[in-house]
């Protein structure tokens, strides 16, 4: 399994960015797919989900600003991120999780992009 996020930059505070994690060597409509991110000196926190169905789910922090979707065409999970605050800042992380019938999980990482927004 292969993860591969890009998208990320420098923005001013406002702006937006859309990050992109393509998967590849899995059945990707079998994975839940997750961002996650770690700022410098904290701990790596749950930023976005979004289920094999579609169903999504956000961290309290970027409800209304980032929208995660997939396109199971291109085996791609995306996170669109809108007014972004410097507190935004931070390497994004995309996760693969396989949830196994008999209970357990598997997950796979992708790199980080690091994204900075300036204030």
């Known amino acids: 399994v292969q993860l591969q996020a890009s998208g990320g930059g420098l923005v001013q505070a406002g702006g937006s960015l859309r990050l992109s994690c393509a998967a590849s060597g899995m059945t990707f409509s079998r994975y839940a797919m997750y961002w996650y991110r770690q700022a410098p000196g904290n701990q790596r926190e749950f930023v976005a989900e979004?289920?094999?169905?579609?169903?999504?789910n956000y961290a309290d922090s970027v409800k209304g600003r980032f929208t995660i979707s997939r396109d199971f065409a291109v085996n791609t999970v995306y996170l669109q991120m809108n007014k972004l605050k410097p507190e935004d800042t931070a390497v994004y992380y995309c996760k693969a999780t396989y949830y196994k019938s008999s209970g357990g999980s598997i997950d796979y990482w992708g790199q980080g992009t690091q994204v900075t927004v300036s204030s």
């Open positions: 979004i289920t094999m169905g579609g169903g999504t």
